[in-house]
């Protein structure tokens, strides 16, 4: 009669630090490979043994994993598959870095003038950002990237409109939370300029759900970037990326069927990371 | 668990206790941080037709132990001692015969009639939802009893409010549908969870002379918990002071308002503005922090605000002692009875800055 | 913002100043209001489009005409399609057009648009209104079932598998569809549309992989939305408080207070993500070789036929922006605090 039935449920003391420390290997692992995959792709090919991943010999192609030379094999172009995905992962991450970077900046910085402005321009802005958000994302980018060409560039350009409004609105809404508290109206009654206003006080302040919703873009636009690649509007062939990779993998599905494995199984594991990141990030803001 | 039947039959009303609380003990576990020691041997009994206030600053426990009672905590609530409505043991009841006992014998009015009541569910849908609970009635007759019961909290035009939204009412007329939803099934305890602490002064007022009124004709005994020793003056019969998880004094209203004896107590009574005073006086304050409940004090919880305290507080916890019959106290060096302002020495705010 | 959603109205309460002077219904003027909104929006998304694909290098007329064309050929060509014109001039003439129904022909194939998109609407329409409804009939049932016990076992496993999920690409998950299940265990075919007119049953095979290959990831989404919105429901509101304090049972609880409740956040995102899964059938499109509007879109991008771009563009724009009006207006139609006015 002593303990209710509700304490029978596994929220015991041990119960709980093991689910603290399952939450703290949520952040490290994810953390590490991330780590890792940007110096391997980064560092890896001036510092590992790589051949080239493109201009490959068709006497090499379709080549097993665990051939001499080839340790995950060569593809139906004769190129070292390794390579390739380490090459492939250098252009997907340094575009997804690059648009997420410019898209927090500008995207941040549209979002939190335009919230602590207010009024005529706040409208302006927001309304400008309604139509942009309007346009099915997928199919902006196509637009841009195919008049333009498809190229590293475009990519990014392309991918920045995508990312801007995304950002600025998810600043806005953080900044109107903020500027609603008592010590922006301190801040400013004391007489700080706006600008000071905005980037000692309001800056700080959204910063942290920001970030969160950064790792979130990343995986966002690793994603998007592969399926731009993927309909051969994103890097340009040969060049590798994820996408591309995994495009002339399901084409040549019958003849090396592994070949689209490696590619899709190096954005799951990426883009998880980054899912995984974004949420521990805002729950432990949250304080969830 | 002596019975699983849906309503306790109540015995004779009046002399027997409807509900009896003994040495009821809460402790949370948390994750990453040392237990924390909610509420610390607590009894009381509460009779038919009166009612009870419990008194204490938020972090007393006093929340805490009327959810104990009603199953409504956490899973991280190690809950311990007994609580007897007439003759059942709630504390261990399992969560199948809980849901019987919950809003059929004992139920709760809680403070914030705002966020209290579903915005999406009509009124008379909330109530329905409350007699269906427990009454094996049909449609028609569930909504009669929800219009009857919106009649009987007073509540104007209570065919018309049957069909809105609470966003449609009043604070006040809120606070009234959650009376009415407490009392659908006619329940032996009433709880009332600083029922009228987010209500404005004149509607307090009203709801509570509503409650006492219903208690009157209905007969139910009422837990009142509140920080408001005010408003206990008014209200209850019984008053029982809670400090750090324990109670410090327990009496009659009248009793305690005569002799008080806890330093505690006393403190709370001076930080009542009074009418009689001059004005610009300096209101008493209580300066210092409630305690931390994650350490089981070894002395006095109250030791470190209290001008009386003195080594023995420190070491020694004092225990509830009846000083004459329906009188206790917890404390080892308590107030005279006719006024002993040394209480407020030590800890006593110069500066009228520290409010309670 | 353009005119305050609904919700928001609701969560700020400044609908008085906002609908004070309404003559009517509040409601029929808010209807109104939002959509003139709305056709603002997609009005502004012709123009910019139009703009967009005046500005994108290349010469139609030149090669439409050919390698071997002269330039007089080419020229004509130019001024047949009207391209010789300053490009806000052949705006308002393509603006003009479309009022009378006219939506032009496609550079490529010569046939009027409207006819392409009459055939091709549906398919994509299909695709995603099935995504829809596969996605919300998985992700209900599973997050309540989730949210009735956070962190015990099925909540984990949920949480677990729909992280993944949400981690695979489509285009991915397309692949893996494929060779699961058309290439390994050949029960559904890879690739291929058949109409409904064909039947219902062969139609429904034939968009079995691609429905999955959309509403696999956004099941994971919302179950992960609406698991956290309950659990967090049921942690912080009163209200579910009180429904325990009355002997209402977890599943009461659950489905009648914190999913009635959770249910309006799940409309907002529903809303919002109409956008996004109506640009995600492209690639869908492609791979499986649905004859939908992403592909056309797609193709039309890859051949510079810009007057079918714009009209697809367009579409999907107004898919959007309509869907979004949609749901601000179901906001109107289920939620007592925006239905009834408040006190």
């Not at chain 2, 300066?287 to 002395?299: A, K």
Request: net charge neutral; aromatic share 6%.
């Amino acid at each position: 009669m002593a303990v209710t039935d509700l304490t029978a449920r596994p929220t015991s003391a041990s119960v709980m630090r093991a689910s603290a420390l399952r939450r703290r290997l949520l952040v490290w692992v994810p953390a590490g490979f991330l780590l890792l995959l940007m110096a391997v792709c980064f560092l890896g090919p001036y510092v590992l043994p790589l051949p080239s991943p493109i201009g490959g010999s068709v006497l090499d192609s379709a080549l097993p994993p665990g051939s001499p030379g080839h340790p995950l094999g060569t593809d139906t172009d004769g190129n070292d598959v390794l390579a390739r995905l380490i090459h492939g992962g250098r252009s997907s991450l340094f575009v997804a870095i690059t648009v997420n970077s410019i898209g927090l900046i500008v995207g941040g910085l549209i979002g939190a003038v335009s919230a602590y402005a207010g009024g005529v321009t706040d409208a302006i802005i927001m309304r400008a950002l309604d139509i942009l958000i309007a346009f099915p994302s997928l199919v902006l980018i196509i637009v841009i990237a195919q008049g333009l060409g498809p190229s590293v560039p475009t990519t990014i350009l392309a991918l920045i409109a995508f990312s801007i409004p995304a950002v600025a609105r998810l600043a806005r809404a953080a900044t109107l939370r903020v500027t609603s508290m008592p010590f922006i109206q301190a801040a400013e009654l004391s007489g700080s300029p706006a600008w000071r206003v905005l980037l000692r006080h309001i800056a700080p302040n959204i910063a942290p759900q920001l970030l969160s919703f950064l790792m979130l873009g990343m995986g966002i636009i690793i994603v998007a970037e592969g399926g731009l690649s993927f309909l051969g509007l994103g890097i340009p062939v040969p060049n590798p990326s994820w996408g591309n990779m995994i495009f002339s993998g399901q084409q040549a599905l019958s003849a090396t069927p592994l070949q689209v494995l490696w590619p899709s199984l190096a954005l799951l594991f990426t883009v998880l990371s980054f899912n995984l990141l974004g949420e521990n990030l805002r729950d432990e803001m949250t304080g969830r | 668990m002596s019975t699983m039947t849906p309503t306790v039959a109540a015995p004779d009303k009046g002399s027997q206790a409807v509900l009896k609380v003994k040495d009821l003990r809460v402790v949370f576990s948390r994750a990453g941080a040392p237990p924390l020691h909610a509420v610390n041997g607590l009894s009381y009994e509460v009779r038919a037709g009166r009612t009870l206030a419990i008194i204490g600053e938020s972090g007393s426990g006093k929340s805490v132990s009327v959810r104990a009672l009603m199953g409504l905590l956490p899973p991280s609530a190690n809950i311990t001692g007994s609580a007897k409505l007439f003759d059942t043991e709630l504390i261990g009841m399992n969560e199948k015969a809980m849901r019987r006992i919950r809003g059929n014998d004992i139920a709760m009015v809680f403070q914030d009639p705002a966020r209290s009541l579903n915005p999406t569910m009509s009124v008379g849908a909330q109530i329905g939802e409350a007699v269906r609970m427990h009454l094996r009635i049909g449609r028609k007759e569930v909504a009669d009893r929800a219009v009857e019961l919106l009649k009987l909290v007073r509540l104007p035009a209570a065919e018309r409010r049957y069909h809105e939204y609470p966003h449609q009412l009043s604070g006040g007329m809120r606070q009234r549908v959650m009376i009415a939803i407490a009392l659908a099934a006619n329940p032996k305890v009433l709880i009332a969870d600083e029922a009228t602490t987010a209500l404005d002064v004149t509607t307090q007022a009203q709801i509570m002379e509503l409650l006492v009124d219903l208690q009157d004709r209905l007969g139910t005994a009422v837990v009142m918990i509140s920080h408001d020793l005010a408003l206990a003056a008014s209200y209850a019969d019984d008053v029982m002071v809670m400090y750090g998880g324990k109670v410090v004094e327990h009496a009659e209203t009248k009793a305690l308002f005569r002799s008080v004896r806890h330093p505690y107590t006393r403190a709370l009574m001076e930080a009542i503005p009074q009418l009689g005073v001059p004005s610009h006086t300096t209101l008493r304050t209580i300066s210092g922090e409630p305690p931390d409940l994650s350490v089981l004090p070894l002395g006095c919880a109250f030791r470190a605000r209290c001008g009386n305290a003195s080594d023995t507080c420190a070491t020694e916890a004092p225990l509830l002692e009846e000083s004459e019959p329906g009188y206790s106290y917890a404390c080892w060096h308590p107030c005279r009875a006719e006024g002993d302002t040394s209480v407020l020495t030590v800890g006593a705010s110069t500066k009228g800055e520290d409010i309670l | 913002m353009t005119a305050p959603t609904l919700n928001q109205v609701a969560r700020t309460g400044e609908r008085s100043s906002f609908l004070g002077r309404a003559s009517g219904s509040p409601l029929m003027r808010l209807v109104a209001r939002r959509l003139f909104v709305s056709i603002l929006i997609v009005w502004a998304i012709s123009a910019l489009v139009f703009a967009m694909l005046a500005a994108m290098p290349g010469d139609v007329a030149r090669n439409q005409a050919g390698m071997g064309a002269s330039e007089e050929q080419v020229d004509d060509l130019r001024r047949q399609l009207g391209l010789d014109q300053p490009p806000v001039a052949r705006y308002f003439l393509w603006l003009s057009a479309v009022f009378r129904g006219d939506f032009g022909s496609s550079l490529i194939s010569g046939q009027p648009i409207s006819t392409l998109v009459a055939e091709r609407l549906p398919v994509t329409m299909e695709l995603v209104l099935l995504a829809f409804v596969v996605s919300l009939a998985i992700a209900i049932p599973v997050a309540v079932l989730a949210a009735r016990k956070p962190g015990g076992i099925f909540d984990r496993g949920v949480m677990v598998v729909s992280m993944t999920l949400l981690a695979v690409p489509n285009y991915v998950l397309a692949l893996l569809l494929v060779v699961v299940f058309a290439v390994l265990l050949r029960m559904l075919p890879a690739i291929g549309y058949v109409p409904l007119s064909e039947g219902i049953i062969p139609n429904l095979i034939s968009v079995t992989l691609p429905v999955a290959a959309l509403a696999i990831p956004l099941a994971a989404f919302y179950t992960r939305f609406l698991r956290g919105d309950l659990v967090e429901v049921m942690n912080s509101q009163d209200y579910v408080e009180t429904a325990r304090s009355k002997g209402a049972g977890p599943w009461r609880v659950l489905w009648q207070h914190a999913f009635r409740n959770s249910s309006f956040g799940m409309l907002t995102i529903v809303g919002l993500n109409i956008g996004g899964l109506v640009g995600g059938t492209v690639i869908i499109e492609q791979i499986f070789a649905m004859p939908g509007l992403g592909v056309m879109l797609l193709q039309g991008a890859l051949s510079g036929d810009s007057p079918v771009v714009l009209v697809c563009v367009i579409i999907f724009a107004a898919v959007a922006v309509g869907a979004n009006l949609v749901v601000d207006l179901m906001y109107a139609v289920l939620d007592p605090r925006i239905r009834y006015g408040s006190h």
